[in-house]
């Protein structure tokens, strides 16, 4: 039977849906004519101290570069997450806490309960020193106290930086030292699985790293009791320094465009940079997003199962949902654990009605088959999302028919770090789904596709994906490096912003992500820089060189696959493979293990010396099947051809 490609509308949902049809085509019209009309109206949905009146100042033109929004706007963030709602919303429920454990018991935070514990951790903060601007390091696991500490900075205008709680020292010292944090909040020790991660051993052997002397103070959140090494004064309990500060504070005014956050993101090239979102933009941003693509409804569960350490986590588990004064639930653990039916049984148990997660995991579940599924209910669902990479339809349509019942509308939301929000995705009242497709722009976002010369294609194309213009949640620059900002985004194709990712456009206008046509390896949603990955191994003594690339991988969407040249007289062995993967799992975390390691007598390099990467790209994803000399394309300027040769014959074949 053949699968349709095109999942029309359903009528059901759309008699509900916020957005229909006409609006999206209207809006959509009105937003590109008239951004500051259109922007202006969507920013009443705020809470101003000072209401904007400067809507857009934006110019991705190199001689005139700016990017302001709401410019003579003030607002507070955190205000608009919790105080706003106290009026209306004071006992419902804004966090929904699913601990790891399913024997342990779930918690509810109410707004009024929520602004309670935000006040008392601003107030504590203040106290402790941390004025507007600083900036504080969060190195959480996913509880409560993360997005508790998030809102607590924005109050007071700390700028907060998440650390991804499966990050290496490495990483973690990497950020607090580029960011010159102050402070840091972790915890003892973090649940994921029923496996223990010692967060705040972590932070200690970060701490030890040059550049990190900037903190001045760790709040250790005490989560599962364990006993850690506290180093006084620098070392302080979370609850100890929080419970006796008063349940009120005062919220900083906080002008549209000061920033609200940092979040470190790889790149092509170097370390991972430090990405700033500022407070206005950002917030109606999110908050708009959340509301229109999951169609967000009053009473409304809503679960997305990112982590907080990542973007995702920032705009549509605590800003977007926050502000617009619904449930979120957020949940400590993994879908596997204890069984492959956790997630669908946190959806009966909580009544999810929205719920959103990423291919990967939806892969990894389907590989477990319909049975676990459909042993639970989930006849609260009325609406899917992905996101964080290319949803491959085999996997989209199982999600549909078996996790929706071929009931609830799959919205894949394209969109990134840099973006602060949903830029492609579908509005389920109002546009016709097809699987692998995010389909089409969200209001005021102008995607273009280019070719490798910066020319514009028109109608059904395959290129690079660019935006023309500016929206509210754009990032404002790279943390202490704004050229580096202007550099990775604005001068590849003048005058727009270039994505990193290449995109297929259909006939019907449709856009398909094709993934990232940099050096940038998305491995289960997680965007990790082959040059962090060489930068690991080469510190490792017994390597000489070493060059990443991704390959094809059925889970993971992308693998790791590293080729590394031992210093002269080093042998390989087994144990050396072994011994270099630990290594990098070391040097940055887990997420960054490479899944396959091919030693390489050496490396395809033009007479410049530059490594052909194209080759080795080539090399990796052929797998088993023949690769003929011509499948490599142009090797003429290798300086050594026969490298070629030994590294095709070697390869790993799946
Ligand atoms: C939100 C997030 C961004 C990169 C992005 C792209 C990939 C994200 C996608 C997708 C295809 C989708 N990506 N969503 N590709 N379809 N729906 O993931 O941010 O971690 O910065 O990653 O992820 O390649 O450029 P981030």
């Given at each position: ?12 949902f759309a008699?509900?849906a ?16 008239e ?6 109206r969507?920013?009443?949905r705020?809470?101003?101290f ?5 809507i ?14 709401y ?17 209306t ?14 024997d ?11 602004h ?7 107030n ?5 020193g941390?004025r ?11 509880i409560?106290?993360?997005?508790v500490s998030?809102?607590a900075?924005a109050?007071?205008g ?17 950020r607090?030292?580029?960011?010159t ?10 649940l ?9 051993a ?6 030890k ?6 903190v ?9 009791g ?5 180093q ?7 609850d100890?320094?929080?419970?006796d ?16 956050f940092?979040?470190?993101t790889s ?15 950002y917030?109606?941003?999110?908050s708009?997003?959340?509301?229109a ?6 009473d ?5 199962t990112?982590?907080v350490?990542?973007?995702t ?19 400590e ?10 997630f ?11 719920f ?17 599924v459909r042993?639970?209910?989930?006849r ?5 999302g ?11 349509r ?19 770090t ?29 995607p273009?596709l280019v070719?490798?010369?910066g020319n514009?294609?028109?109608g ?12 509210p ?19 590849t194709?003048?005058?727009?912003y270039?994505?990193g ?10 856009y398909?992500i ?15 820089g082959?040059?962090?990955v060489e ?8 390597v ?18 590293a ?28 997420i960054?293990?490479p899944?396959?390691?091919?030693w ?6 033009t007479?410049?010396?530059k ?6 790209r ?16 142009d090797?003429?300027?290798?300086a ?7 590294l ?7």
């Amino acid at each position: 039977m053949t699968q349709p490609a095109c999942y029309p509308i359903s009528e059901a949902f759309a008699a509900r849906a916020r957005i229909g049809r006409d609006d999206y085509q209207r809006d959509y019209a009105q937003s590109v004519s008239e951004p500051e009309a259109f922007w202006g109206r969507i920013a009443q949905r705020l809470e101003w101290f000072r209401a904007p009146t400067r809507i857009k100042d934006t110019s991705f033109a190199l001689e005139d570069f700016r990017i302001r929004w709401y410019e003579d706007g003030e607002l507070n963030a955190s205000v608009n997450c919790v105080d706003r709602h106290l009026a209306t919303r004071g006992d419902k429920t804004a966090l929904l806490f699913e601990p790891d454990s399913p024997d342990a018991p779930s918690q509810r935070i109410s707004y009024r309960q929520l602004h309670e514990r935000v006040c008392k951790l601003a107030n504590a903060l203040r106290a402790l020193g941390v004025r507007k601007g600083d900036r504080v390091t969060i190195y959480l696991p996913m509880i409560p106290e993360a997005a508790v500490s998030m809102l607590a900075c924005a109050r007071i205008g700390a700028i907060h930086n998440v650390v991804f709680g499966g990050f290496a020292p490495n990483s973690i010292a990497d950020r607090v030292a580029d960011s010159t944090s102050k402070l840091v909040i972790t915890a003892d020790e973090g649940l994921r699985g029923g496996r223990k991660v010692p967060l705040k051993a972590n932070v200690d052997a970060a701490l030890k790293l040059p550049g990190t002397d900037s903190v001045e103070t760790v709040l250790v959140v005490r989560h599962t009791g364990a006993a850690v090494e506290m180093q006084m004064p620098r070392d302080r309990w979370f609850d100890a320094v929080v419970n006796d500060q008063p349940a009120q504070c005062e919220p900083e005014r906080m002008n549209a465009e000061d920033p609200l956050f940092l979040l470190y993101t790889s790149g092509s090239t170097g370390k991972p940079k430090g990405v700033l979102h500022t407070t206005g933009g950002y917030l109606v941003y999110a908050s708009y997003t959340h509301e229109a693509v999951f169609d967000l409804r009053e009473d409304d569960v809503y679960w997305c199962t990112a982590d907080v350490g990542w973007v995702t986590g920032h705009s549509y588990i605590v800003y977007g949902p926050l502000a617009n004064g619904a449930t979120a639930l957020m949940f400590e653990g993994v879908p596997n654990h204890p069984d492959v039916s956790r997630f669908w049984q946190i959806v009966d148990k909580h009544q999810v009605t929205i719920f959103y997660t990423a291919p990967t995991a939806i892969r990894a579940l389907m590989r477990d088959g319909d049975e676990p599924v459909r042993r639970t209910s989930r006849r609260s669902l009325r609406l899917l999302g992905t996101v964080g990479e290319p949803i491959n339809p085999e996997a989209w349509r199982w999600y549909y028919e078996v996790v929706g019942d071929s009931r609830c509308p799959i919205v894949d939301t394209w969109w990134q770090t840099e973006t602060g929000g949903i830029l492609i995705s579908p509005l389920a009242g109002a546009i016709d789904l097809k699987p692998g497709s995010a389909t089409k722009p969200f209001f005021g976002v102008q995607p273009a596709l280019v070719d490798a010369g910066g020319n514009v294609l028109e109608g059904e194309a395959e290129g690079n994906l660019v935006l023309l213009d500016s929206w509210p949640g754009q990032m404002r620059t790279v943390y202490g490096d704004h050229q580096r900002f202007i550099d990775t985004y604005f001068k590849t194709y003048p005058g727009t912003y270039f994505t990193g990712d290449g995109c297929r456009r259909d006939a019907d206008g449709y856009y398909w992500i094709t993934g990232r046509v940099d050096d940038v390896i998305n491995v289960s949603g997680h965007r990790i820089g082959t040059a962090e990955v060489e930068s690991a191994l080469v510190s490792h003594p017994k390597v000489a060189e070493a060059a990443v690339v991704g390959f094809p991988h059925d889970l993971k969407g992308q693998g790791i696959y590293a080729y590394v040249t031992l210093i002269a007289g080093e042998a390989n062995s087994d144990a050396l493979r072994r011994d270099l993967i630990a290594h990098v799992r070391s040097e940055i975390g887990p997420i960054a293990t490479p899944d396959h390691l091919q030693w390489a007598p050496g490396l395809p390099k033009t007479r410049s010396g530059k490594i052909m990467r194209r080759i080795l790209r080539k090399i990796a994803e052929s797998g088993s099947s023949e690769l003929a000399p011509e499948q490599l394309g142009d090797t003429s300027t290798l300086a050594d051809p026969s490298v070629v040769e030994s590294l095709v014959n070697e390869r790993l074949r799946r």
